[in-house]
């Protein structure tokens, strides 16, 4: 068994005293979505999270943790943290920004501490899976616990919700 170095966020869990699972699982050079990552660890896309970053005008940031097999709601985004509107922020800046590559941008250890909202969806699930801060890595952890990591608010913030 080939021992794996800890991720800024197992070492943030575990300072904060919360527990969580690693399931590690291969990954390629080619992108896999979310939806790919449940299947491959075994569990409905409903409870693994993808984590989005999102930029002001201004160049302010946001992240936002919603279901993989769902769609961000911009507008419900920016109510969400008093913005006018917000955009994608561009894939080259996200390491930079975050500390993180695409497919293992974890809500949890990002460079700085930015708002976070947790989809809602969130709270209808005990244990959820987000990204553990590298690709093929992902943290299954209590709801209440990432929140309390991420010092994150709750929201409606999916598309299609009423």
Known sequence: MMKHKKTNAMRILERQG??????RYEVTDAHIDGEHVATTIGVEPSQV??????????????VFVIPVNQTLNMKRAAQAVGEKKLHLLPLE?????????RGGCSPIGMKNTFPTVIDAEATKLEMIYIS??????????NVSDIVKATHAQVADIIQGQP
Request: proline share 3%; aromatic share 10%; glycine share 10%.
């Open 18 to 23: 919360i527990s969580y699972q690693m399931n």
């Open 132 to 141: 553990g801060g590298e690709r093929g890595l992902q943290i299954r952890l």
């Open 93 to 101: 800046q996200l390491k930079p920004v975050t500390g993180y590559i």
């Open 49 to 62: 999270f993808k984590t989005l970053v999102l930029e002001s005008v201004q160049h302010a940031h946001f």
